[in-house]
């Protein structure tokens, strides 16, 4: 069975980092794009970055250079480190895989597994 779990959300200044986890079981075969979404109140959920299985990575311009999306394969969990975080990064972050993938992309649709999500708050 397919299953996608977050973790590592929390609270913290602005200024600060968080690393997110996504522990990933099932997903038998290789070919998979893994990314991180995230979702205000109020808000569209937006693709924040993604990973192919090559390695190529897709960032969003507002987290570019702040954020870094990795993947272990050797635990095939996905990380998703962010730094200097603000207030506007607040939000329910959550991790998605895609089968049969090669170019990393960032749009929901595109994703048919998701995880629970882990809430992010930033405080200025």
């Known amino acids: 069975q397919n299953r996608l779990v977050e973790y590592g959300g929390g609270s913290v200044q602005a200024g600060g980092s968080l690393t997110l986890g996504c522990e990933v079981s099932?997903?038998?075969?290789?070919?998979?794009?893994w990314s991180w979404f995230r979702q205000a109140p109020g808000k569209k959920r937006e693709g924040v970055a993604a990973?192919?299985?090559?390695?190529?990575?897709n960032y969003a311009a507002s987290v570019q250079g702040r954020f870094t999306i990795s993947r272990d394969n050797a635990t095939r969990s996905v990380y998703l480190q962010m730094n200097s975080l603000t207030p506007e990064d607040t939000a329910m972050y959550y991790c998605?895989?895609?089968?049969?993938?090669?170019?990393?992309?960032?749009?929901?649709?595109?994703?048919?597994?998701w995880g629970q999500g882990t809430q992010v708050t930033v405080s200025s």
């Open positions: 990973i192919a299985n090559e390695g190529n990575t």
């Open positions: 998605a895989a895609k089968p049969g993938c090669w170019w990393a992309p960032r749009v929901e649709s595109q994703y048919p597994y």
């Open positions: 099932g997903f038998v075969g290789t070919y998979y794009c």
